[in-house]
């Protein structure tokens, strides 16, 4: 197991998002975590990473274990370093006043210096109109551009797992299969994947296996498959 999160509860400040949620990735998988608006996925994300207020021990507790070890001491910009995970945030949080080159270079911070020319090589080749707009401020970007340029960002970290919070939103459906297209060719060079979306449909389609998030709580799981299958995750969130 890659990747273990056990009974974990987490919030903000006095709200508790996550009322105690376990599941695990295994390296080389896709998985996808998908429930409504508010469920608790882009919070289970955060705090993989270590984004969530640690502070208050009332609304954090549990385990996040990486390889068998716990993560809970580990700060955000070590997950990213030594444990090459990386975040894709909701929102993009690219810079704006930079240029789309300027952004993936400045994404290598963590590394030593060999393969960051190859790895820019290797994200023009998946996005090729990220090359063509190299000099151009991102801030000037369509918001597919800009979806493309965060997920370029993250691969030249150099990391070997990604995770995805809503890489669907504000994409026009083409460009988002294109870009679950580019996930699924990614998995298959190695990379694991963990991804939450609301488009259900799209990421059941992409994913090994799955959970479904229900207000803070894990409500169903299974493979994709079998979760697509399901009669009550058809009805509340595939729009059947
Ligand atoms: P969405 O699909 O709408 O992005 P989500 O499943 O990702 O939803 P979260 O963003 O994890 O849901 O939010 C879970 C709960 O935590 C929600 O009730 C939300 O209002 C609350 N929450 C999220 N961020 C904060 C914050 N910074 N401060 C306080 N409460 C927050």
Same mark, same amino acid.
């Given at each position: @197991?890659?990747?273990?999160?056990?009974?974990?509860?987490?919030?903000?400040?006095?709200?508790?998002?996550?009322?105690?949620?376990?599941?695990?990735?295994?390296?080389?998988?896709?998985?996808?975590?998908?429930?409504?608006?508010?469920?608790?996925?882009?919070? !289970?994300?955060?705090?993989?990473? /270590? #984004? !969530?207020?640690?502070?208050?021990?009332?609304?954090?507790?549990?385990?996040?274990?990486?390889?068998?070890?716990?993560?809970?001491?580990?700060?955000? *910009?070590?997950?990213? =370093?030594?444990?090459?995970?990386?975040?894709?945030?909701?929102?993009?949080?690219?810079?704006?006043?930079? $240029?789309?080159?300027?952004?993936?270079?400045?994404? $290598?911070? !963590?590394?030593?210096?060999?393969?960051?020319?190859?790895? @820019?090589?290797?994200?023009?080749? #998946?996005?090729?109109?990220?090359?063509?707009? @190299? *000099?151009?401020?991102?801030?000037?970007?369509?918001? +597919?551009?800009?979806?493309?340029?965060?997920?370029?960002?993250?691969?030249? $970290?150099?990391?070997?797992?990604?995770?995805?919070?809503?890489?669907?939103? &504000?994409?026009?459906?083409?460009? @988002?299969?294109?870009?679950? /297209?580019?996930?699924?060719?990614?998995?298959?060079? &190695?990379?694991?994947?963990?991804? %939450?979306?609301?488009?259900?449909?799209?990421?059941?389609?992409?994913?090994? /296996? &799955?959970? %479904?998030?229900?207000?803070?709580?894990?409500?169903?799981?299974?493979?994709?498959?079998? #979760?697509?299958?399901?009669?009550?995750?058809? =009805? =509340?969130?595939? +729009?059947?």
């Amino acid at each position: @197991m890659l990747l273990e999160v056990e009974n974990l509860y987490a919030g903000y400040g006095k709200i508790e998002a996550l009322h105690g949620i376990s599941f695990h990735v295994n390296e080389g998988e896709i998985v996808t975590l998908i429930g409504a608006n508010g469920a608790g996925k882009s919070t !289970t994300l955060k705090a993989i990473m /270590r #984004l !969530t207020p640690p502070e208050s021990p009332t609304v954090f507790s549990g385990d996040i274990r990486f390889k068998g070890k716990s993560i809970l001491k580990t700060e955000a *910009h070590n997950i990213v =370093a030594h444990l090459k995970m990386d975040l894709v945030p909701e929102g993009r949080h690219i810079f704006g006043n930079l $240029t789309v080159h300027e952004n993936l270079k400045l994404a $290598t911070w !963590t590394r030593k210096g060999s393969g960051i020319e190859k790895d @820019m090589d290797r994200v023009f080749d #998946l996005f090729p109109r990220l090359k063509e707009r @190299m *000099h151009q401020r991102s801030d000037t970007l369509s918001g +597919g551009e800009q979806q493309m340029l965060a997920v370029g960002r993250a691969l030249m $970290t150099d990391c070997s797992v990604i995770l995805l919070d809503e890489p669907s939103m &504000g994409l026009s459906p083409l460009l @988002m299969y294109d870009m679950f /297209r580019t996930f699924k060719k990614l998995n298959s060079e &190695g990379l694991t994947v963990i991804v %939450v979306e609301q488009n259900a449909r799209l990421a059941l389609q992409v994913a090994d /296996r &799955g959970y %479904v998030l229900d207000t803070g709580a894990i409500v169903a799981q299974g493979t994709a498959a079998e #979760l697509a299958d399901t009669p009550e995750i058809k =009805a =509340a969130y595939l +729009g059947a």
